[in-house]
């Protein structure tokens, strides 16, 4: 936990219920990079998740409202006590907000009204844009902490640390109670998911008292069991990500991976200390799609680097022709305040990069709109995140929520809600988006 993270004290009392309600919100929290404190002095606020089924109970919820606000004085209360807003404030009229059960998503805007949620974008796993809270249907599971590699343009491993995974059993715990709670996408994120467990030696845990190594093929293995979707986010190329292929392959998790490469000339890979080597990553994507033909890849990639030539970028363009990536973002270089790669020579004039970022934009549009093309005709199934009177905005396997495409349904459809799954055929599609109709 580093010094400017907004922390938050958390009290759990109550049913399993209330169990699973604490747990998602507690998700939440970390997913949006809020630290969290074991003591009321460290924390910037307390959240209290209240029972009030029996006169005890009430009496205990009190209590722990009155001592949180006597340790912290900033205080947002949750649960089933939270109905009864004026038993509430009656005996503590100073609290900040007041929610009733199961309502994560207004304990979630109390919390950012009070403590604005810390969205630093060198560090955060979760897409910036306009980040909003997750709908109840899909979740962020984060698997491990900080990282072991030493990227130059990168100061995650300076602020977070070497990678430190959580183990296998608690983040199964925590998936299965998501799913309980009405989660139907898990989004798999850490700064390395490949790297899942290294730390620990694959150490073996038990899960349903089996013995279960803490490894990412284990993970996803044990996550496909779950009646719900898993993506897998920030996974490197490494050889133990072949092993994930037969479990898309099989239908197990979606088939997607979210890639972050970078760039396609080794000599700037190497300038970036990036792990893998080009080649290599391009022969294993080919053998991957052998296994897995429906395979969806996202990849991020940085034009302007330091030293980088018209032959790098060269390269670049000529690597993600070969790769023919499916969802793609590009950004052009910036430094980062105390990033080894400021120390770099040869930097990039800002007009250059532009110049690059667009042709780059322009090449990988292409692409994409390809990739697209292919899609009709197909049958898929889709994930609702929206109904309205005008259509159904979804999602298929191939889309991540926030920075990929959408499945639209066009018209007005009946005994369909948000987290509902569906069968539908792609009949069309615009510049990001598939059109389809319900099969
Ligand atoms: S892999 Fe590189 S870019 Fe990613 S968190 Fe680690 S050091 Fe940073």
Known sequence: M?????????VSLGCPKNLVDSERILTQLRAEGYGLSPTYQDADLVVINTCGFIDAAVEESLDAIGEALRGNGRVIVTGCLGMRESHVRAAHPEVLAITGPHDYEAVMTAVHAHLPRPHDPFTALIP?????????????????????HRCSFCIIPSLR?????????????????LVESGVRELLVVSQDTSAYGVDLKYRMDFWRGRPLATRLTELARELGQLPAWTRLHYVYPYPNVDDLLPLMADGLILPYLDMPLQHGSQRILRAMRRPAATEKVLSRIAR??????????????????PGETEDDFDQLLEFIQTAALDRVGCFAYSPVAGAAANALPDWVPDEVKQDRLQRFMEIQAEISRDKLALQIGREITVLIDDVSDERIVARGPGDAPEVDGLVIIEGAWEGVAPGDFMQVQVTGYDEHDLIAEPL
């Open 2 to 10: 580093t010094s400017s993270e907004p922390t938050i004290g958390f």
């Open 128 to 148: 910036p844009q306009g980040i909003k809270l997750t709908p109840r249907h899909y979740a962020y599971l984060k698997i491990s902490e900080g990282c072991n």
């Open 161 to 177: 640390g070497d990678l430190v995974s959580r183990p296998i059993a608690e983040v199964l715990g925590e998936a299965e109670r």
């Open 288 to 305: 991957w799609r052998e296994i897995c033909p429906d395979l969806v890849l996202r990849s991020t990639f940085i034009v302007g680097f």
